[in-house]
């Protein structure tokens, strides 16, 4: 809970089974409370016999928050989808990455358990700084939506780029955005993508760059996390992460 700062309802057979297993063990005297927990971690970790492992990470990284530089794991997701987008900046929202990635060996369904499900893709196109910097200003501050950052852990992920973040009573402002440690450049052109649910990225792209936004952003036509689990499956590791926000 303290690395997480949100609390999900989370509803399946096997974390229901395990649940079951350890709070009937305890009601009947069979196991103390440490026993339950390792009990209920010991039926989460073993994968069914019938998944195999689809792919090993050598490294670990946590879903807490550093106001120096952001969440890690996040960041190590948002780095490999610019790498896979071949975009120069990249902006997704923070519940894409569903929490720490850990060190060891994941079936398939743990690869998709790490990101959002619910048909996110990575939409890209070329913008100019300015454009750049309002669509980051957007997400940091909000507009509005069920997206919009209430704390720094929901706050957006970046990638090939720092978000320059203040923090008062009244909420968060974008300050800048840094490219290589410099701010963008209003009229200069660059690759962007962004990796949402057509949900958040259709309100996004049209509150920031108005009508017509659509011809400018090609989507792909796997989902993001479908890109990402094959990623991991042919063998490859995640990018690591780096700072992308300084929050002030």
């Known amino acids: 809970l303290e690395q997480n700062h949100r609390y999900l309802l989370m509803s399946c057979t096997p974390l229901q089974m395990a649940a079951q297993e350890a ?13 339950a927990y390792e009990r209920m971690d010991a039926s989460l970790a073993d994968p069914p016999a019938d998944q195999e492992t689809a792919a090993v990470l050598e490294k ?12 890690q794991a996040g960041s190590a997701i948002a780095n490999t989808l610019r790498d896979i987008s071949g975009c120069q900046v990249l902006l997704a929202p923070s519940f894409l990455c569903t929490g720490s990635l850990f060190a060891g060996e994941y079936t398939e369904q743990q690869l998709n358990d790490t990101m959002q499900a619910g048909g996110n893709r990575i939409y890209s196109g070329s913008f100019t700084g300015r454009e750049i910097r309002e669509l980051a200003r957007l997400a940091v501050e909000g507009y509005g939506i069920y997206s919009d950052p209430f704390s720094n852990q929901t706050l957006p992920l970046a990638s090939g780029c720092t978000l320059v973040v203040l923090r008062d009573e009244e909420g968060y402002h974008l300050e800048d955005v840094l490219l290589d440690g410099t701010p963008l450049d209003d009229e200069a052109v660059y690759s962007l993508a962004l990796v949402d649910l057509p949900a958040g990225f259709q309100p996004l ?6 009508e017509g936004y659509e011809g400018r952003f090609t989507a792909t036509e796997d989902y993001a996390r479908t890109l990402w689990v094959e990623y991991l499956k042919e ?9 992308y926000i300084a929050l002030r």
């Open 23 to 35: 709070g009937w063990g305890m009601r009947r005297g069979e196991l103390d409370a440490q026993g």
């Open 235 to 243: 063998g490859n590791q995640p990018l690591e992460p780096t700072p």
């Open 60 to 71: 670990g990284y946590p879903v807490s928050f550093d106001q120096e530089a952001g969440n």
């Open 205 to 210: 792209a049209e509150a920031a760059l108005g």
